[in-house]
């Protein structure tokens, strides 16, 4: 509460005519470091925003935070050019009424000082809420940054970046490499629902394995007692891990995508298609259009960045099914697929525009395998071994 009195958050007013307030209540939290050792207790007082109807007391809301697709670019690009990288902290007041000319703000939630470009002197700001990432290759210049923060606001200097509040993260210098690890995440989510001590598996899920709706429970004991298992909310705390550092578990059946930089996987999707597909070759085209939409962003990201020159150059995309890269490649629509749905042929500009090239690889060596079939072992471990995934101790 003191914190809030300092900081300003609130102003006494009258409640307007019809006005109608919204409840609150306090949510507490134990922040922890890299080995889950408990530094600092946290309260927050939220507000009941669930209570508000949408386009009746609100039109828009949002929080301005950096995606993690683009917070593993960048960090792919600090292992390759080996920025320093430095953690703070913030208790950020409830507006921000600072002049801020020295920094510029890019539609991709990335702080950017341009004026440093000159000399080649870059330094990149990754916003998280009160988190702060902060990157470059001039340690004079890191420092002055931390200190206009330091000055217009209450900063906490973390030093090296070692644990944000969605994993660990860890470097070599030597070999120029950043591993990202959520173990204290598994290990936590693992005790919520009792399976600390499970056996340990080697893959995600079987090869040929056959799943079924018969296979669930189906008498009305069997449904009772399902109705006890929180297996929504454990798949959902998996999700999790799969969205930010854990690429090789996912697995839908249609399409699957990984974008590799620098040795390792910086954007992944693994999903069912929306569209419906009457041939293997339409289906695969569908999903190098799905992931020539995702490689135009990552373009357009790198490219403002200004850091990677080759970026200019189209980014190369692998496909297995020669049936769907000869109609990608086609200056106009191939008999076959005049029934594909017409915005799949946004394949057909980005490719004639240059931002993407559409290749052939084998099956055996397509990257993305694993994210649309259960392989084995063998298999699935020299696909993610060669997207990045190594073992804990890099």
Same mark, same amino acid.
């Given at each position: 509460? $003191? ?11 009258? *409640?307007? !005519? ?5 409840? /609150? ?9 890299? %080995? ?9 007082? +939220?507000?009941?925003?669930?209570? $508000?109807? !949408?386009? =009746? ?24 050019? %080996? ?14 009424? =600072? ?17 440093? $470009?000159? @000399? ?8 998280? +809420? ?27 200097? *973390? ?16 070999? @120029? ?5 959520? #173990? ?21 899920? $079987?090869?040929?394995?056959?799943? #079924? ?15 006890? +298992?929180?297996?929504?909310?454990? +798949?959902?705390?998996?999700?999790? &891990? &799969?969205?930010?550092? @854990? ?10 995508? &990984?974008? &590799? ?12 298609? /929306?569209?419906?597909?009457t041939s293997s070759v339409e289906a695969e085209y569908i999903a190098a259009f799905d992931a020539s939409k995702e490689a135009l962003w990552v373009r357009k990201f790198i490219s403002k960045l200004g850091v990677v020159p080759t970026i200019k150059e189209p980014i190369s995309m692998y496909c297995d099914n020669t049936g769907a =890269?000869? =109609? ?36 055996? %060596? ?15 471990s020299e696909h993610t071994r060669n997207i990045g995934m190594l073992p804990l101790v890099i």
């Amino acid at each position: 509460m $003191q914190s809030m009195k300092y900081n300003k958050v609130w102003v006494l007013v009258e *409640l307007p !005519p019809n006005g109608k307030t919204v409840g /609150s209540k306090w949510l507490f939290k134990k922040k922890t470091d890299m %080995d889950g050792v408990v530094h600092t207790y946290k309260a927050r007082l +939220v507000t009941k925003g669930y209570t $508000q109807t !949408p386009r =009746i007391v609100y039109e828009e809301t949002f929080s301005l935070v950096a995606d993690i697709r683009a917070i593993r670019i960048l960090i792919a690009i600090a292992a390759y050019y %080996d920025y320093e990288i430095w953690q703070m902290d913030a208790k950020l007041p409830s507006s921000l009424d =600072i002049s801020m000319k020295r920094f510029t703000w890019s539609n991709l939630k990335v702080w950017s000082i341009k004026n440093i $470009q000159i @000399r080649s002197n870059i330094t990149f700001l990754i916003l998280y +809420v009160d988190d702060i990432l902060i990157m470059g290759n001039n340690i004079p210049m890191l420092q002055s940054v931390k200190s206009y923060l330091g000055r217009c606001f209450a900063m906490k200097d *973390l030093g090296e970046a070692a644990y944000r509040k969605w994993c660990k993260i860890y470097r070599d210098r030597s070999r @120029r490499l950043i591993g990202l690890c959520q #173990s204290p995440y598994i290990e936590k989510i693992l005790k919520r629902y009792c399976m600390e001590n499970s056996k340990r598996g080697s893959i995600p899920m $079987q090869e040929k394995l056959k799943l #079924s709706k018969s296979q669930g429970a189906s008498t009305p004991a069997e449904v009772k007692r399902m109705q006890n +298992v929180p297996y929504a909310s454990a +798949v959902g705390s998996i999700m999790y &891990v &799969v969205i930010c550092t @854990r690429p090789d578990v996912a697995f839908a059946q249609n399409t699957g995508y &990984v974008f &590799v930089l620098n040795g390792g996987a910086v954007d992944w999707k693994s999903a069912k298609q /929306s569209i419906f597909a009457t041939s293997s070759v339409e289906a695969e085209y569908i999903a190098a259009f799905d992931a020539s939409k995702e490689a135009l962003w990552v373009r357009k990201f790198i490219s403002k960045l200004g850091v990677v020159p080759t970026i200019k150059e189209p980014i190369s995309m692998y496909c297995d099914n020669t049936g769907a =890269i000869t =109609i990608a490649n086609e200056s106009g629509i191939t008999k076959g697929a005049r029934h594909f749905r017409s915005k799949v042929h946004y394949l057909h500009k980005v490719i004639e525009y240059g931002d993407v090239k559409l290749e052939k690889v084998h099956t055996d %060596d397509n990257l993305a395998d694993p994210f649309t079939k259960a392989l084995a072992f063998a298999k699935h471990s020299e696909h993610t071994r060669n997207i990045g995934m190594l073992p804990l101790v890099i």
